[in-house]
């Protein structure tokens, strides 16, 4: 019996501590929500109290005076409300606007706060502070950032100092050794890394120039991808070496950029490139081939329908519904005597042209969409309207 009342003492005591944790908790959460509305109310004053300085300040940044201080003895609060309107517009100007905001920003000592930031305890305090030092474009505290970037491990708020050192960098090196901080964890942000360096305040292109001849492949797939949309005449060389590199992920996209650059294509290059052993090349070429409009191509692209990876198959099939009536014909014949995944894939970018191209209305492309029309229903009989269907990746393709 004595152990029993001891039993039912301690589990009201656990009652009563977990009612007293869940107070804690709705009390936190009240003083938490108080001081955010107060912070918010607060914000709204001083920009309000400040509003003439800054109308000042957007009057005068075409002017050959220096910008004035913020006026009068600022409160923390405060001067991170000015500090955050400056942060703003030096994001949206360039030039000498945005060189006369930095100064404005060095002269108010919100740099300097900012660096010694850095050294706080409290991780978030070190990447707000870097944020804002890569708003305000401070070059001085680069190599703190990438001295930062060294010693720490990675999060998904490593993007954030990648991001200033990017905005902040005063030479090349400085961008590739941030590049090289960034992806030695090995993670899959190359994509994320070449939108990071394009944020560059230098000419990128020389440094993505030298990239591409680097050592490291991580840091040419990043010069790849940066490259896209780009007219660099001087990458040619290099291209034209990268697209037998040995990493898969490296020729695949030197073989995309390539593409893209709209060269005039040898029979002999465009056979071995959809011959390549990795199925992004192969789909990659497939695709291109439509849109280069390249007609010698199509027995290319009718034999790789029958190819084991989805996307292969799909980017050829989209090619050749691109390729005229010569190229929908070969379409036409495969969904009437192929079978399996070819003809299902032919048969899908059938019925998506007919579709598609029924809401032309240039008067080219309305004779296009008729001599398409014709053929279809030499081979199907008349086309009616209806829903596409959907083609799945069967026949034992795990690839894609």
């Known amino acids: 019996m004595f152990f ?10 656990f009652i009563y501590f977990c009612l007293g944790l869940i107070g804690i908790g709705i009390v936190s959460l ?3 929500k108080f001081n955010h509305l107060h912070k918010v109310k607060k914000n709204q004053q001083y920009l309000q109290k400040h509003q003439d300085y800054f109308k000042f300040i957007q009057t005068h940044l075409n002017g050959p005076s220096e910008l004035p201080l913020p006026p009068g003895k600022l ?22 606007y945005r060189e006369k905001l930095v100064k404005l920003c060095h002269d108010a000592g919100f740099v300097r706060k ?35 970037m060294k010693n720490e491990r ?18 090349e090196e400085q961008l590739k050794e941030m590049l090289q901080h960034l992806l030695r964890h090995g993670k899959p942000i190359h ?3 070449a ?19 680097d050592e490291n492949p991580d840091l040419v797939k990043v010069a790849l991808v940066a490259m896209w949309g780009q007219a660099i005449p001087e990458v040619v060389p290099s291209l034209d070496r990268l697209v037998g590199a040995e990493q898969t992920d490296v020729r695949a996209e030197a073989v995309k950029l390539y593409l893209s650059s709209n060269p005039v294509l040898k029979d002999d290059t465009i056979k071995k490139l959809m011959a390549d052993k990795d199925w992004e090349v192969r789909a990659a070429v497939a695709k291109s081939l439509g849109s280069l409009h390249a007609a010698g191509s199509i027995p290319l692209l009718r034999n790789a329908l029958k190819d084991a990876n989805w996307w292969v198959r799909n980017n050829s099939a989209e090619s050749l519904a691109k390729l005229g009536e010569t190229g929908f014909e070969v379409l036409c014949q ?60 069967v026949g034992g393709d795990y690839t894609a």
């Open 4 to 13: 029993m009342y001891t039993h039912l003492t301690l589990a009201i005591y």
């Open 30 to 32: 009240f003083i938490l």
């Open 75 to 96: 409160k923390e609060l405060e001067g991170r409300v000015i500090q955050e309107k400056l942060i703003g517009w030096i994001e949206q100007f360039k030039g000498e």
């Open 114 to 148: 900012d660096i010694k930031l850095l050294d706080s305890l409290f991780y978030g305090r070190r990447i707000a502070s870097a944020y804002r030092l890569g708003g305000m474009r401070a070059a001085e505290a680069v190599p703190r950032l990438l001295t930062m």
């Open 154 to 171: 990675y999060t998904p708020l490593t993007i954030v100092v990648a991001r200033a050192v990017a905005k902040s960098a005063e030479n």
């Open 191 to 193: 994509n994320m890394a």
């Open 195 to 213: 939108d990071i360096v394009m944020e560059t305040q230098l000419d990128a292109s020389r440094l993505l120039l030298k990239l591409l001849d």
């Open 334 to 393: 495969i969904a009437m005597n192929g079978s399996g995944v070819e003809r299902e894939t032919a048969m899908y970018h059938i019925e998506r042209a007919m579709l598609q191209d029924n809401e032309h209305q240039k008067l080219d492309q309305m004779v296009a969409y008729n001599k398409k029309k014709l053929l279809y229903e030499r081979y199907f009989g008349v086309a009616e309207r209806r829903p596409v269907r959907q083609v799945a990746a």
